[in-house]
């Protein structure tokens, strides 16, 4: 399940991942909420805090998030990724070396950090 963290900055996309993250979550709410924003404007700051509740991907979910990124590659001005699952942490270190944006990882404590540098 995908949940939007909310109190964040208009140009901010803030999510919360517990459980298994499906397809379904992307199509429902993911997919819907940066069209929307990236309708408004060129550039897309994004949080995504997979927990201590996560527990993994449909392989369909991990297509569809990396559609949706190349789709927008040049927009993700920043990107804020916390999570303390390892395979995580790793492939968004590989993914952070072909993206054009700022990438920063955070463990799962400094989720308030995460919030502070995606909103400035």
Known sequence: MVERIPG????????????????DDYKRVIVPAVEEVFARQSKV???????ADFS???????????????????GWEKVAVVSDV?????????FGLVMPGDLRLFHNGALADAKQWISR
């Open 45 to 51: 700051r994004f949080l995504y805090h997979l927990g």
């Open 8 to 23: 964040l900055p208009e140009n901010v996309l803030a999510f919360t991942a517990k459980g298994t993250v499906t397809a």
């Open 86 to 94: 390892e395979w995580i942490r790793i492939a968004v270190k590989v």
């Open 56 to 74: 993994g991907f449909e392989v369909a979910a991990v297509w569809d998030d990396a559609k949706l990124g190349i789709r927008h590659a040049a």
